[in-house]
């Protein structure tokens, strides 16, 4: 170890250490395939060489590059041979970068990954005569690494440099244009976070606008559009369209004054207000393009002004286009965050402000769709406000902004195209379906192309209505699953209009369950054959303007009628759009009676962080990532009816693996409720259906999110965790756990599998020709037998849609793990005919 000796400040175990650090970079950064026909075989060559002088020295005596032989080779050659060194260096440093990333300990002693960095650089500073395809080829170098290793061991600066120099040469825009293009936008994530690199973005925006000013950022292709048009006016019609850009773009709060608000009603009306709806519209529908980049800030204020100015008009179709925009802006972009947070936050406020059904609809959808924990409170608060201007509460505006979409019937809406006709029609709890009827009553699912042709933008205004319907019916299915815990009832006349025979909510009211109180006291029924009817199928007399409507709830009915209200839904084939006959009710415990504040019923599980954040936004939980750089958080659901709000308390699995400094893995501790104070309460006075409700969510967090469901974990999460995987997958069933095994129960004996299935305790048992298999019902984990060995098996729910355990007929949709162990009984039960060579593999292995 010659060069560790000369290593005097290092003990002999960290010599050692980085010496064998420093040898990997060194074989990783001189081992570089290329195909002996590369266009720059020469110049590798060459830099292999080099690589081999340098790495001969002794690390404390290392020369810098340019004094090897080779070294002195490149700098003392004529510039037209330097420039090809130039890009095999460069392609050798991107290498480095995207294929051969070492270990930080080796990083800073001068590895060969840097070597390669450092001669491009001085090649690239030393002013060689570079033309418009060196340029390219720069690009495209740089281009090919990826946009995560844009940092390392590249000389960025000088490259950029060098490429926006070539704009504005004969024929060079058009050609570099492109790679610019994507090399800006590779760079604003990082610039973003690191001020000194937002240069190389001017340097790029620069050459890319070659001179060009305007009122907006040009580079965002919706603002370039909103300049061209403008620019594209006569002067007398570009004056006032002038004046009122300017007006909006100069909106400096959330929220517009009576002053600018009453200037902008003049100023739109001196451009005409249709003609600006039109403009104001197709601008915001021209924000989808460039969504994956955060807006500038010019461009931001003048698309708030834009929400604001249409807020002004009040229209249907505005505020559409203004919830349009607040998804457009509260787009997540990675590393980054929101597009533009403070155009969705002022969209968001300008819906609140209008008047009219239409805005709280599109409140509703960005409630369901936007997972911001700050852009929820405004939505929270808009409701509140609009709600209270009717003398009405939340859940009721919510309810009477409901969206039909013009439709003639529940759940159709019709348009006639040159003697076709356009059916939408809702064909389950979110998916629509559209087809288009011939004259002869034929038909097909696309649109006919002589009908695009020559109704091409109405046939793109119902393709945008069937996209609108299937998110309002998300955002309307999340609100009816939440709406027992608003206690409030509905008068049966307004029921039946906002709920039964409501053109969107029809086809998922008719599948539940609600309860009449009347003078007879209260009844559950259901719909069926066009009447309401009991659990025996007698219709519900004497329903009428004196009942009131509620949905029905388990935690208030007795267990005979819980299981007489399955097996109707079993008897007709009736599936719900979310579990209620079935659904899982937590009632207190006598440890939580113990624990008094707290419960620990959940506690002791590791969930993978990132499925626990996505599976609470979607319950309506709200909850931030933690990390090495986040403050501790806790997944929080507001109960406001009962003023209350729960919270479930997770922390970072030490020594568990981060990625970017968030953890991977959360452990759970407590459930608490807090009361507005901020303070515990005891759980005892906690309302039994909040408390069930709450509880079921942590269940359903913990049945998803776990690693115990990860077939492919094993042993390959935390240290320490692994006794908790087995306990988890092979482990006692949950609430969640034992509804899905008496769904099974009563299922099993329809299936063309059941012959060679039957359930035990926490198991499904399928009898293959192979071997026997016990799915475990909580996790979908497998054991085989005989000798209980783990059978890795990861479902791919997608490609299996159209299968036979697909079709099978459920009570409740939404159960993931259910599909899982369905699929894999099909799978296993005809183990003889699987291809999969890894199952295979498993199966055929000896016991």
Known sequence: MAEVNDWQTYSTDQAERLQAALDEAQRAAAVFAYPPDHPLAAEHALLDELVREWRAVPFARKPEWYETAAGRRIVQAPPAERIPVMHAALER????????????????????????????????????????????????????????????????????????????????????????????????????????????????????????????????????????????????????????????????????????????????????????????????????????????????????????????????????????????????????????????????????????????????????????????????????????????????????????????????????????????????????????????????????????????????????????????????????????MEGRATPYPAWRERYLDHPLLAEMSRRLLWRFEGGDGPRTGAWLGGALVDADDRPLEGLGDATRVRPWHPIDAALDEIAAWRAWLERHSVTQPFKQAHREVYRLTDAERDTRIYSNRFAAHVLRQHQLAAVAHGRGWHYQLQGSYNRWSAPTLRLPSVGLRAELWVSPVEEAERFYGVATYVATDQVRFLDAAELPVPLETVPPLAFSEAMRDVDLFVAVASVGTDPTWVDGGPIGVGGYWTEFAFGELSATARTRREVLERLLPRLRIAAACSLDDRFLVVRGTLRTYRIHLGSGNVLMEPGSEYLCIVPDLRANAGRQWNQVQLPFEGDTILSVVLSKAFLLAADGRITDPTIVRQLRRSP
Not at 146 to 172: K, S, T
Not at 358 to 366: I, Y
Not at 384 to 396: C, K, L, T
């Open 93 to 484: 440093s991107v290498w480095a970068a995207r294929d051969g990333a070492t270990a930080p300990a080796a990083s800073h002693l001068g590895s060969p990954n840097y070597l390669m960095g450092w001669i491009s650089d001085y090649l690239l500073h030393a002013g060689l005569p570079l033309d418009t395809a060196d340029r390219r080829r720069m690009t495209e170098t740089l281009l090919s690494m990826g946009e995560r290793y844009l940092l390392w061991n590249v000389p960025l600066d000088n490259a950029v440099a060098r490429i926006a120099e070539g704009f504005g040469e004969p024929g060079a825009d058009e050609v570099l244009r492109p790679g610019a293009l994507r090399l800006r936008k590779w760079l604003v994530p990082i610039a973003y976070h690191e001020l000194e690199r937002r240069t190389l973005i001017q340097v790029l925006e620069a050459a890319l606008l070659r001179g060009r000013t305007s009122f907006v950022d040009l580079l965002e292709p919706w603002a370039a559009r909103v300049a061209d048009e403008v620019e594209a006016m006569e002067e007398a019609e570009r004056a006032p369209w002038m004046a009122l850009l300017t007006h909006l773009q100069a909106l400096s709060s959330a929220r517009p004054s009576a002053k600018w608000a009453k200037a902008c009603r003049a100023r739109v009306a001196a451009v005409g207000a249709d003609a600006f709806r039109a403009r104001a519209h197709a601008w915001i529908a021209a924000m989808r393009e460039g969504a994956d980049e955060p807006m500038a800030e010019r461009n931001a204020d003048l698309a708030r002004g834009l929400a604001w100015s249409l807020a002004e008009l009040g229209g249907d179709g505005d505020a559409r286009a203004v919830g349009d925009l607040a998804l457009l802006c509260a787009t997540k972009i990675p590393s980054v965050g929101q597009r533009s947070a403070k155009v969705a936050n002022a969209c968001i406020g300008a819906l609140g402000e209008m008047a009219g059904d239409a805005a709280m609809a599109q409140v509703t959808r960005l409630r369901v769709r936007v997972k911001y924990a700050q852009t929820q409170l405004l939505i929270e608060r808009a409701l509140q406000a609009a709600a209270a201007r009717r003398g009405i509460s939340p859940g009721e505006l919510e309810e009477l902004a409901a969206p039909g979409f013009g439709m003639d019937e529940p759940g159709v809406l019709r348009e006639e195209m040159d003697g076709w006709t356009a059916e939408v029609r809702v064909a389950g709890t979110t998916a629509v379906e559209t087809s288009w009827i011939a004259p002869d009553g034929r038909r097909q699912k696309s649109a006919p192309a002589p009908l695009a042709e020559s109704q091409g933008d109405a046939v793109k205004q119902l393709r945008k209505t069937a996209k609108e319907m299937e998110g309002a019916l998300a955002a309307q299915r999340a609100r009816l699953e939440a709406l027992p």
